[in-house]
């Protein structure tokens, strides 16, 4: 291995583990990774990432050679600090929904949807942290008087490479800020009074960072770029620009264009996020992915590939019958208390190979109805890129491209949220005024003929489901 080369690393803290890649800083290619599991659950103490990021690295050979290192995060999540910087309480996840009805009376408070639109960018779902502290406010007032400090997952993670110098040091980047709902994307400033809104009090909040700014150093004297979330770096990883569209599918569904301006969605069904090079990130985000094949697998007593060979051997369509895949509740459409549901069932279609084919339609079904709403706000969509671990399966790529109707180009598997928070160390560590190009590897293009029957069915009942009781 030659010796004067320059290492990055790249941290993707996800919501199921910790993920380090050790890239070349000019040619990003990968030299070493690894990885250690998170806790399951919607909360979690922010003590396991850190322990989670140390086994990563050390699998990874460690990170005393690397020059620069930056995090990409799961979003949203609530972490709460005290004034001397401890955790007030373990932190809320994007994909806890008890806020759900906090969202609810915050949109009433301000004057409704439009009014969130205007002041953020986004219509509040139980995901955005600010609903999570208005939860916080009702439920643990006295956690939430302690509160002296509001963070998400990736500037803490952050903020502890940079040996935890006091909240007031705590920064993040657009990317993040604009998944909080006290954060503006077009003015690019916080709304304290939402902020307030939410937690009863200010708080300090941390300062955002340009796209390749240096957010300090480790005790080490590593350079640290400011990170992002997992969608923007995922984004930046895989070398999206305008006009690209990312969908991932791996614990929640997520579509996101790179665009050159912001937008608002009255209707919620679009956040408009920033990204992570200066731009912007128009997402839709499904709670129900990857995980609906899992399920599926379980039922029918089979693994990944199983699955895929009994989807492609029933028709498209899987003769009517339709999962509509809210097995956790969902967050697009907002649906926190929503169960799934089966229709259809008839006696031919009471066999594997047609559910297998349902769980893998109805789950891209609702990445479409995300990709359509991405559309309509004027955001262009030129090239469909596709990643996330369910993008291996060939049901997946095939089904994907019938469903949306257009070519799905899946580049090789990798670690692109991590690769992505490495190229943006990279960039931090050039000073240059774009990020490295870092070349991938060729990627694969699936084109299929278009079923638009599908979606048409599916829409007939993907609103015929129950509530949790």
């Known amino acids: 291995m030659p010796t004067?080369?320059?290492?990055?690393?790249?941290?993707?803290?996800?919501?199921?583990?910790?993920?380090?890649?050790?890239?070349?800083?000019?040619?990003?290619?990968?030299?070493?990774?690894?990885?250690?599991?998170?806790?399951?659950?919607?909360?979690?103490?922010?003590?396991?990432?850190?322990?989670?990021?140390?086994?990563?690295?050390?699998?990874?050979?460690?990170l005393d050679d690397v020059a620069a290192i930056a995090v990409g995060g799961q979003q949203?999540?609530?972490?709460?600090?005290?004034?001397?910087?401890?955790?007030?309480?373990?932190?809320?996840?994007?994909n806890d929904t008890r806020s759900a009805p906090a969202a609810l009376d915050l949109i009433g408070e301000l004057g409704g949807p439009q009014?969130?639109?205007?002041?953020?960018?986004?219509?509040?779902?139980?995901?955005?942290?600010?609903?999570?502290?208005?939860?916080?406010?009702?439920h643990e007032p006295e956690n939430a008087a302690r509160t002296a400090a509001v963070?998400?997952?990736?500037?803490?993670?952050?903020?502890?490479?940079?040996?935890?110098?006091?909240?007031?040091?705590?920064?993040?980047?657009?990317?993040?800020?604009?998944?909080?709902?006290?954060?503006?994307?077009?003015?690019?400033?916080?709304?304290?009074?939402?902020?307030?809104?939410?937690?009863?009090?200010?708080?300090?909040?941390?300062?955002?960072?340009?796209?390749?700014?240096?957010?300090?150093?480790?005790?080490a004297g590593q350079v640290l770029g400011p990170g992002t979330g997992d969608n923007a770096a995922a984004a930046l990883g895989l070398g999206a620009v305008s006009g690209d569209v990312v969908i991932s599918i791996g614990t929640s569904g997520v579509a996101c264009a790179v665009a050159d301006r912001p937008v608002g969605d009255v209707t919620g069904a679009v956040a408009g996020f920033a990204d992570a090079t200066g731009r912007y990130l128009?997402?839709?985000?499904?709670?129900?992915?990857?995980?609906?094949?899992?399920?599926?697998?379980?039922?029918?007593?089979?693994?990944?590939?199983?699955?895929?060979?009994?989807?492609?051997?029933?028709?498209?369509?899987?003769g009517g019958l339709v999962l509509v895949?809210?097995?956790?509740?969902?967050?697009?459409?907002?649906?926190?208390?929503?169960?799934?549901?089966?229709?259809?069932?008839?006696?031919?279609?009471?066999?594997?190979?047609?559910?297998?084919r349902a769980a893998v339609e109805g789950m891209l079904c609702g990445l479409a109805d995300g990709l359509d709403a991405v559309r309509a706000l004027g955001t262009p969509v030129e090239r469909v890129v596709m990643v996330g671990g369910a993008a291996r399966s060939r049901a997946v790529r095939e089904i994907a491209s019938a469903v949306l109707g257009l070519p799905v180009t899946v580049?090789?598997?990798?670690?692109?949220?991590?690769?992505?928070?490495?190229?943006?160390?990279?960039?931090?560590l050039?000073?240059?005024?774009?990020?490295?190009?870092?070349?991938?590897a060729d990627a694969v293009a699936t084109e299929v003929p278009a079923t638009p029957a599908v979606r048409a069915r599916y829409a007939e009942v993907r609103d015929l489901t129950a509530s949790r009781p």
């Open 4 to 62: 004067d080369r320059t290492l990055v690393a790249g941290i993707d803290s996800s919501t199921q583990s910790c993920k380090v890649v050790v890239c070349d800083a000019e040619t990003g290619e990968q030299v070493r990774a690894g990885s250690a599991a998170h806790p399951d659950g919607t909360e979690v103490n922010p003590d396991h990432w850190w322990a989670a990021l140390e086994q990563a690295s050390a699998a990874a050979g460690g």
């Open 76 to 94: 949203h999540g609530m972490v709460c600090l005290d004034g001397s910087g401890a955790v007030v309480r373990p932190a809320l996840l994007w």
């Open 115 to 138: 009014a969130w639109v205007d002041a953020v960018g986004l219509v509040l779902v139980a995901s955005f942290t600010v609903t999570k502290l208005r939860w916080l406010r009702d």
């Open 151 to 219: 963070c998400l997952p990736h500037d803490w993670i952050t903020w502890r490479l940079a040996g935890a110098p006091g909240i007031d040091a705590l920064v993040t980047d657009r990317g993040e800020a604009s998944g909080t709902g006290y954060w503006s994307p077009t003015t690019g400033e916080y709304r304290h009074d939402l902020l307030e809104l939410g937690l009863g009090h200010d708080a300090v909040v941390p300062r955002v960072l340009g796209p390749s700014e240096v957010a300090g150093r480790t005790p």
């Open 282 to 318: 128009p997402l839709v985000a499904t709670m129900n992915a990857a995980r609906v094949l899992d399920a599926a697998e379980r039922l029918l007593g089979t693994d990944h590939d199983g699955l895929s060979e009994l989807a492609l051997s029933a028709p498209a369509g899987a």
């Open 325 to 356: 895949p809210y097995l956790e509740g969902e967050r697009t459409p907002n649906k926190p208390d929503a169960t799934g549901a089966l229709h259809g069932l008839r006696l031919e279609t009471t066999n594997p190979a047609y559910l297998a």
């Open 411 to 428: 580049p090789p598997p990798g670690e692109y949220v991590a690769r992505g928070a490495a190229r943006q160390a990279a960039w931090v």
């Open 430 to 440: 050039s000073g240059a005024a774009e990020p490295p190009a870092w070349p991938l």
